[in-house]
């Protein structure tokens, strides 16, 4: 029976080197600033067996989670206007959403998860992260699941 790989979210500062250049010449191929696998390597300074070595296990996050249902987690304060803030920046970029669930704030704080689709998603799932946990009155912003 054939063994099922395992995944792992890894922040890209604690991966070596090479898997970095990997995703980097993977995406050189992919924009047409390499047109061969020797021109992505060389430009990357990796070798084209490292390349092959790595090509298909090494996957930018952003690319695994397009056209996927993404659920986020937020804590927030328990402030009015607020899950408004929120939709509007997921609607502007397209997000989809499925579900919204919130629990009773306690304390000045509620826990909210929302999932939405993201096959249209305008921006990287990691700026929209970005720009929902910028908004004032966001303690806490995660992907939970994807």
Known sequence: MAKLPKYYIVEASALPEVFLKVAEAKRLLQTGEATTVNDAARMTGISRSAFYKYRDAVLPFQNMMTGR???????????????????????????????INSIIPTNGCAVLTISAETMDLTISLEELLSRL??????????????
């Open 69 to 99: 249902i993404i659920t986020f987690q937020f804590l927030l304060q328990d402030q009015a206007g607020l899950l408004s803030s929120m939709l509007s920046i997921l609607a502007e970029h397209k997000a989809n959403i499925q579900t």
């Open 133 to 146: 946990s910028h908004i004032p009155g966001v303690i806490k912003a995660e992907i939970l699941a994807g």
